[in-house]
Structures are given as C-alpha cells and as structure tokens.
C-alpha cells in the first residue's frame, strides 16, 4: 500500500478477563475506500475487530489507527472528532434503539453532540431517508413500531449523518429477509461508492461477501488465517479453514455436485488455543509439523497472505470453483 492506509492494526490483540485471546496479534492495512469482507466462525474474533477500530475495546498489546491517528490518542484528545471519523453499524440494530425515543429524536441525537449546523442536518436527514428509501412519517414513529429492515435503514442514517470516512457493519444484514436484505446491500453499496466509504463488513454469509467485497480476511481463534482479494479467495482458497467454510456454503454450491468438507471437533477455546497452527487440531490435511510450529502469515505467489505451512493443500471441487467463481 503504498498512500496512507485509512486503517490499519498493528499486532493488536485483545485478551479478555485475563484469559480470552479474542484476538491475538492481528496486523492489517486497509486502504481508502476498500471493502473487506470478514468472516470465520462465532468466537475467531470478528466483533471484537470492530469494537477495537471504533474504540469501544481497547488494545491489550500493539497499536490501531484510523486515518493516521491512534485510537487510542484520539479519544484522549478530541474523541467527538474520533467518532466523525468513524461509524459502527452494530450486530443488533435493534437493541441500539432507544424505545423511548422516537426515529427522529434517534437521529437527531446522533448529530447534536457535534454542534452540526441544526437546517443542515434536517436537510441530510431528509436527504438520506429518501436514498435509504424511508417515508418521512417514520422520523414521528418509535423503534417497536417499525420493522427490522426499516430499523437497519435507520441505523445507516444514524451513522452517515457525520460523514465518515470509515464505516464498519457487523453483519448488517442478519435476521432479514433475502429480499430485504438484497435491497439493503444495494444501498449500502451506492452510499460506500458516492462517499468513497472504507467500508469492512462482517458477516456469516459468504454469498454477502462475494457479492460487496472485494478483499476477505477469513479469521480463526482471534487470528488472520487468509486476507485475500474477495475473487481469489473465492476461486482457490489457500487456506485449510477457507476451504472448508466455502465448501459448506449451500449458495455458492447450488447447482454443483460438490460436497461439503464437515469440519471434526469443537473451535477449540480462545483461553487454551493448540500449540503450533491454531487448526491443527481440526484441519483436514494436517501435518506432524503442523503441531510444533506456528505458520506466520506469509505472501503466496498469488499475493493472498495465508498462514498455513502447506497452502493449496486442501482444494475446492471443480463444482465449487465453477460456482464461487462465477461472477454474480
Ligand atoms: N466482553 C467480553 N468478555 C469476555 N469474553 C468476551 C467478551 N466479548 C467477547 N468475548 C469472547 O471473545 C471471543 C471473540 O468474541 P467475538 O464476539 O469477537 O466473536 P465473533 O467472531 O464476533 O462471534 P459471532 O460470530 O458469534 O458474532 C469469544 O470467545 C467471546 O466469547
Ligand atoms: S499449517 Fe498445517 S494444520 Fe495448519 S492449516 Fe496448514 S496444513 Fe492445516
Ligand atoms: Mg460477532
């Protein structure tokens, strides 16, 4: 990368109440205006990745800054310009609703903390809930009186309100319907490109993925097991685990013959990880070196950054190639 990156980690790990490695040395750039996907099972850490580059966790070890500025020395100096900067869409849209405010008072508050120009800030409302496609008559209804596509809407609002150069999505779209979900993406894919949003988003459905991102980091136990371009990663997966979560995706398999890699055993604990490579005890291609030593997240010829002593090793079916890489 070669401009400054918009984010960027720096072995940053967070260890909870003392034992849970949620994540665990985690070193990445993104540039302005990307979208990264980030997937891996529940417990790899993803959350806990967001929380971290908007300040709501802090870094036990290493360093995390957001457009050339520590996070943690921005919310010490001016905190209120940190959050312009910035913006979370949280796992649940809902729950971050107020019941006893109306839509409108929500959105409002979102601004008033930052002294914006009040005619200024009803025009963006006004403006941003006719691209979000919203009625206006919303702004006078409360959160238990609108549906969860509709409070998911209101959450992209809440956050562009500031302009943010930086927008992170914790599985934005979980628990809707795949119309409504389809719809959504669409928005928030337009508002990233008008905007110029560096734009990272979590989510368990791969298909989402494919489709809004074009660069995967795909995590295991609080590390980066692959950070790959989105089309790469779908088309040939150098990483044992990426392989077998692509493999188990019904949608990207749908119309092939291919058959999912079934996964042995439990995610082992965050607080008690395996020695040497994290998936050595589930990985299916696993070596007796794999036990001793850990891989470090290195290059492959195709410039995917993977940490497997023997990438490629484990394939997708030809069926799978055919169906991940197709272009949607
Ligand atoms: N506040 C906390 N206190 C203690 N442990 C926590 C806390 N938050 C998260 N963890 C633990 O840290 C690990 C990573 O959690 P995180 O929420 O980041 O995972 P995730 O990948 O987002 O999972 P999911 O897909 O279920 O949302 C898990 O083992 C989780 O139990
Ligand atoms: S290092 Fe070994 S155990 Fe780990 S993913 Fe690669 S092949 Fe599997
Ligand atoms: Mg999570």
Redesign the pocket.
């Known amino acids: 990368m070669t401009s400054r990156p918009s984010v960027s980690l720096d072995k940053a790990s967070v260890v909870y109440l003392d034992v849970v490695r949620a994540l665990d040395g985690v070193s990445l750039e993104i540039g302005t205006g990307e979208t990264v996907g980030v997937v891996g099972e529940s417990g790899s850490g993803k959350s806990t990745l967001c929380r971290l580059l908007v300040g709501l966790t802090r870094p036990t070890d290493g360093a995390v800054s957001v457009e050339g500025q520590s996070v943690t020395a921005a919310l010490k100096t001016d905190a209120k310009a940190f959050r312009r900067q910035i913006q979370m869409l949280m796992q649940d849209a809902v729950a971050t609703l107020s019941p006893r405010m109306t839509i409108g008072s929500l959105m409002r508050e979102a601004v008033a903390i930052h002294s914006l120009d009040r005619q200024e800030t009803e025009a963006r409302i006004l403006a941003l809930l006719e691209r979000l496609r919203l009625p206006k008559s919303i702004l006078d209804r409360y959160p238990h009186e609108i549906s969860g596509g509709q409070a998911r809407r209101v959450g992209v609002i809440r956050a562009l309100l500031l302009r943010p150069s930086v927008l992170v999505a914790d599985e934005p779209t979980a628990g809707l319907d795949v119309s409504v979900q389809g719809e959504l993406l669409n928005l928030l894919l337009e508002l990233q490109r008008e905007m110029n949003l560096t734009f990272i988003m979590v989510s368990h459905n791969l298909h989402v993925i494919k489709r809004v991102t074009r660069r995967t980091i795909v995590m295991y136990l609080g590390q980066i ?1 692959e950070d790959a371009p989105t089309a790469a990663l779908f088309q040939r997966p150098a ?3 990426s392989t077998t979560l692509l493999s188990t995706n019904p949608l990207l398999s749908a119309g092939g013959a291919a058959n999912p890699i079934i996964l042995q055993g439990e995610i082992p604990s965050n607080a008690n990880p395996p020695k ?5 005890t589930r ?5 007796p ?3 001793q030593t850990m ?1 470090e997240l290195t290059k492959t010829d195709s410039g995917s950054l993977v ?5 490629y ?2 394939a997708l079916t030809s069926a799978h190639q055919q169906a991940g890489g197709s272009a949607d």
Do not use: T
């Open positions: 097991v990483h044992p685990y040497g490579c994290r998936f050595h990985c299916p291609v696993a070596q070196a794999c036990a891989p940490r497997c002593h023997f990438p090793s484990l």
